[in-house]
């Protein structure tokens, strides 16, 4: 894990065991038991980390809810991965097959839910009807942004304003959900809840642009799963949106006729990736994820944070320096 990250988590690591105990003891069931060698494949327990950071930052956190709406969130993401994977065709993930792979598509898709339907179990539980609702729309807007993800994809016009749309659906309102819940459960005033909200959307579209930018130039054995799959699924991202705004019509339909014949391949996805980092679309897209976690230090610095500012300018670094 990244010194960055493991600082803005240390607050927070003793209540992020607690979570991944917890994690564990849901799927314990034998019919569900397969999930946990994907789960216990770590992954930066990024989501939950979040509510507990935000509750801990609020005058009077309940520690026990936090922990309960960690695990919930977590249990929802790792749904999500398993349900992406699918549509995505992804042979990886965490290093590790994925779920699909490993015990097929029907399976895969029973464990996506079992995992939502949990996750609400324990929502359920706490005497919080605004964080309920909250993670229920979150829910419908994660669905939603896959759809819309998928109809986007192979147009070589998508805008960037429907990219926009796309990811603040399908990554930034989960993030965003998570900062909302933690700051309601921590107690916060309604004004600060609404500004650690927007906190997380912001940070979660720039986490997106960058495991966007990532895609195109990451290490696979960093990164636990292929790269260049956006491309050769015909997901157009940020910095191929930017790419094919500095190409010419003749030269975007050339470079990017394997994609539309169906017969991209390796090497057409190694010249995309190269053409887009010699072009600056990648950088261009770097620093706009940079704005966007300006953007989003910008909507808590005059909410008070008990103390844990420093978490938050590491999480900053990290999202803008990540490499994995």
Known sequence: MPESLQGALAPVKAELRAVSERILSQVADPVVRKVVYLIAAGGKRLRPAL??????????????????????????????????????????????????????????????????????TLLARLKAPEVIRVMADVCRQLCRGELREVEARYR?????DEYFEIIGDKTASLVGGCCHSGAVLGGCAPAAVRRFAEFGVRFGLAFQIIDD???????????????????????????????????????????????QAGTADAAFVVRVAKTAKSAGAIAKAQER???FVQLAMDSIAKVPVNGLASAYEQLAEYAISRRS
Request: proline residues 6%.
């Open 289 to 291: 994820a940079r704005v």
């Open 51 to 120: 509510v507990l950071l935000t509750g801990a930052s609020g005058p009077s956190p309940d520690r026990e809810a936090l922990i309960e709406t960690a695990t919930a969130v977590e249990l929802i993401h790792t749904a999500t991965l398993i349900h992406d994977d699918i549509i995505d065709q992804s042979p990886l993930r965490r290093s590790r097959p994925t779920f699909h792979q490993r015990w097929g598509t029907e399976r895969a898709v029973l464990m996506g839910d079992y995992l939502y339907a949990a996750a609400f």
């Open 213 to 259: 930018c990532l895609d195109l130039t990451g290490d696979p054995r960093r990164l636990g799963k292929a790269v260049c799959a956006d491309v050769d699924k015909g997901a157009l991202s940020l910095p191929m949106i930017y790419l094919t705004q500095r190409l010419s019509v003749r030269e975007r339909n050339r470079l990017f006729a394997p994609l």
């Open 156 to 160: 070589l016009d998508l805008t960037e």
